[in-house]
């Protein structure tokens, strides 16, 4: 992979990971279409070193929110800003558990899977389709529903179901109000990310040369800032009810992805 390369699938992990089209459906079509030819295991170091980058922006975009969280902790427990961490903590199980006991299978997954990736985008668009038309969304995120947000997320690490998709829709599908559903979405993906990167680390999985390390490099720095601007632009969509033309979208690519894996790959 060359730098130009990282640097642009870095944009469309930057924008695809906020915007519910699939982020990793994306990097993988992606890959394809630029000849990647990396092994599944560099192919998913890649991808993780681009969610970090995003993950990060989250951090900065909601810099207040979790500063307010943080206050929060060193408050009573039964204080919103610790109810809203237990929620947090409780969403994460479940990919937390596929991804601990699935680890190598997943790694497969990522390996220009393109036939997996057209019906998983699918998937996305008759989610976000749904969604798009509830109605009387105005709960808030309780124990029940993080725990069936968090069941969405785990299963949006297949590539192709969009993670904030899944997530958003599930959420505006259970009532919870749009801007807390964008909210709690982005930030719930925040310590899963910080958490494979750190267990990486401890197991010596970045143990990269220097050409290596230079392309993970500017592909982070070039999914993070295009991250910090998806980001804002999604909270504003969800709150204007717009995911239909994201279900288009997804139904669009995912036929040309199947397409692409049936007649030509």
Request: charged share 15%.
């Amino acid at each position: 992979m060359s730098h130009l390369e990282a640097i642009l699938l870095g944009i469309v992990q930057g924008l695809t990971e906020f915007l519910p089209v699939s982020s990793s459906g994306h990097l993988e079509l992606g890959k394809v279409l630029l000849g990647d030819t990396s092994l599944p295991e560099e192919s998913m170091m890649f991808t993780i070193v681009l969610h970090l980058a995003t993950a990060l922006s989250t951090l900065v975009v909601f810099r207040r929110d979790v500063a307010e969280i943080t206050r929060g902790l060193f408050q009573s427990i039964t204080s919103p800003e610790w109810q809203f961490s237990l929620k947090i903590l409780l969403s994460m199980v479940p990919a937390a558990l596929i991804g601990v006991l699935f680890s190598e299978e997943l790694e497969t997954l990522f390996d220009q899977q393109i036939l997996l990736v057209g019906a998983m985008l699918w998937l996305t668009g008759l989610l976000l389709f749904i969604a798009d038309r509830a109605k009387n969304t105005d709960r808030d995120v309780t124990y029940g529903s993080a725990l069936i947000v968090g069941v969405a997320q785990a299963i949006a690490i297949l590539p192709g179901i969009s993670r904030s998709g899944a997530t958003i829709s599930t959420s505006v599908i259970l009532g919870i109000d749009r801007t807390r559903a964008a909210r709690f979405s982005f930030l719930m993906v925040v310590p899963l990310i910080l958490g494979k990167v750190a267990k990486d680390l401890i197991d010596g999985e970045f143990a990269l040369s220097t050409d290596e390390t230079s392309i993970l490099f500017v592909g982070f720095i070039s999914a993070f800032l295009t991250g910090l601007f998806a980001c804002q632009w999604m909270i504003s969509l969800v709150q204007k009810a717009q995911l239909r033309y994201f279900s288009y979208y997804c139904l669009c690519v995912g036929t040309a992805a199947a397409c692409w894996a049936i007649f030509w790959q």
